[in-house]
Nanobody, 118 residues
Framework: QARFVESGGALAQPGGSLRLSCAASDRLFTNYHAAWYRQAPGKPREAVAM???????RYDDSVKGRFTISSDSAKNTLYLQMNNLKLEDTAIYYC????????????WGQGTQVTVSS
């Protein structure tokens, strides 16, 4: 069964940077589109950055120009470089394939907490 392990979350100040990592249990990011998702308290989980199999990327307007998604297929790892962090970026961040349908709908890692606070 596929698994995702997210890491890199921390407490950061507004304007700061963090780099999140997501290790997949097998070559999921070679065979599927991938995405970073986040869930803020009291809000539904949302996709914020997507990496297509053709290496194209898409970003939610709220993070466009500040976040960069990338992957290392040899390491089965997905990354999210987060720059110019804002208070509203505070959330638990998860990775998964995109869209997370079928068996992937119920396969979520623990996530990694990002807290932006002054």
């Amino acid at each position: 069964q596929a698994r995702f392990v997210e890491s890199g979350g921390a407490l950061a100040q507004p304007g700061g940077s963090l780099r999140l990592s997501c290790a997949a249990s097998d070559r999921l990011f070679t065979n599927y589109h991938a995405a970073w998702y986040r869930q803020a308290p009291g809000k539904p989980r949302e996709a914020v950055a997507m990496l297509m199999l053709n290496s194209g990327t898409r970003y939610d307007d709220s993070v466009k120009g500040r976040f960069t998604i990338s992957s290392d297929s040899a390491k089965n790892t997905l990354y999210l470089q987060m720059n110019n962090l804002k208070l509203e970026d505070t959330a638990i961040y998860y990775c998964n394939v995109h869209p997370p349908l079928g068996p992937f709908a119920n396969i979520w890692g623990q996530g990694t907490q990002v807290t932006v606070s002054s």
